[in-house]
């Protein structure tokens, strides 16, 4: 089984390019905006494949 190490984004939402280190144990945290839920979507396409509305982060897809 592969071990996700790192996840990088590029022009992902509000992230232009970002790497986020992975170890064992992770806890997502940060303030309010910080992109905890972006990245989240970003992962739930990655392994499963998911590109439709069921986004865990609606705000960033609603027209505002």
Do not use: C
Not at 25 to 41: E, W
Request: hydrophobic share 40%; aromatic share 8%; proline share 0%.
């Amino acid at each position: 089984m592969k071990k996700l190490k790192k996840i990088l984004l590029v022009n992902w939402l509000y992230f232009s390019k970002e790497v986020i280190e992975v170890d064992d144990v992770n806890f997502l945290t940060g303030k309010n905006g910080a992109g905890k839920s972006t990245v989240i979507d970003a992962l739930q396409i990655v392994l499963l494949g998911e590109t439709n509305a069921r986004n865990f982060n609606q705000a960033s897809n609603e027209k505002s």
